[in-house]
């Protein structure tokens, strides 16, 4: 029994909050205020967020998963606008003054995430303290890739734009597997299947890419780049001027807070 509950605890203490390079930028101080009311949610693969319209009660800081933010028109097709994982939160308009949102939040690649009721993080913003500034920064840098993803998918092939949804999606995980159909990439990039069919095809030909049934292992990440537009690296400074934090790391370290 004492092994079982040993076993149990290490399962549950690699999760944690600074886990999200936000949270984790935090000072000790702003911390102390936050992460008690942090609680720890289950991301699985498709799971909505929310959809457009709905009014916004919660924040997620991402730890291990992905979760897209797409914007779906009348008719139901649907474009992604931006990928948010581990260095970033899901629900800025909630601190920008809105309440709801206009874009649906899907889980792309299943994981963890720590979600904050929305009146908590608003009374910190309203602090304007380092959390006013840390998200204002990350903010900016949302701003960018969605306007950096507005252009590559009005001026590039699909072949690029592939290039630089793997990348951004890789930047975000702990390894070089990612688990996606070619139909939920197709509806990312809105395009049509046929297309992401034959710009993964030929990415697998030069030996970029092993795809197999939703498995996508990138083995030459190298390559990856050389093939992918400019809009990666503008996205990727653009981050890494504004938020100039810590390296990802997955650990069984530190204690899990209690939910």
């Excluded at 990928?83 to 709801?100: C, D, H, K, N, R």
């Excluded at 306007?147 to 390894?175: F, G």
């Excluded at 809105?190 to 939703?214: C, F, K, M, N, P």
Aim: hydrophobic share 40%.
């Amino acid at each position: 029994m004492p092994q079982l509950a040993s076993q149990q605890h290490c399962a549950t203490a690699k999760h944690h909050p600074t886990q999200n390079l936000l949270l984790d930028a935090l000072s000790t101080d702003v911390q102390q205020r936050l992460f008690p009311h942090l609680e720890l949610v289950e991301m699985s693969l498709g799971k909505v967020l929310y959809e457009p319209g709905d009014v916004m009660r919660y924040v997620y800081f991402p730890t291990d998963c992905i979760v897209s933010l797409l914007y779906v028109m009348e008719n139901g097709a649907s474009a992604e606008i931006s990928v948010v994982g581990y260095e970033g939160l899901i629900g800025v308009a909630l601190f920008m003054g809105g309440e709801s949102t206009t874009s649906r939040a899907l889980v792309q690649s299943a994981g963890f995430a720590y979600r904050l009721l929305g009146q908590r993080m608003k009374d910190e913003f309203g602090r304007h303290g380092e959390l006013l500034h840390l998200m204002l920064r990350y903010s900016q840098a949302l701003i960018t890739q969605m306007a950096q993803t507005a252009v590559c998918n009005r001026h590039h092939s699909i072949d690029q734009q592939l290039c630089r949804w793997l990348l951004l999606s890789l930047d975000r995980l702990k390894d070089n597997h990612l688990v996606m159909t070619q139909e939920l990439i197709a509806n990312m990039l809105g395009v049509r299947r046929e297309g992401v069919t034959e710009a993964a095809g030929r990415l697998q030909r030069q030996g970029v890419i092993d795809y197999s049934r939703g498995h996508i292992i990138v083995t030459n990440r190298p390559k990856l780049e050389q093939l992918s537009c400019e809009c990666y690296e503008v996205v990727k400074a653009e981050t890494d001027r504004l938020l100039p934090l810590k390296q990802h790391e997955h650990t069984c370290k530190k204690p899990v807070l209690p939910n």
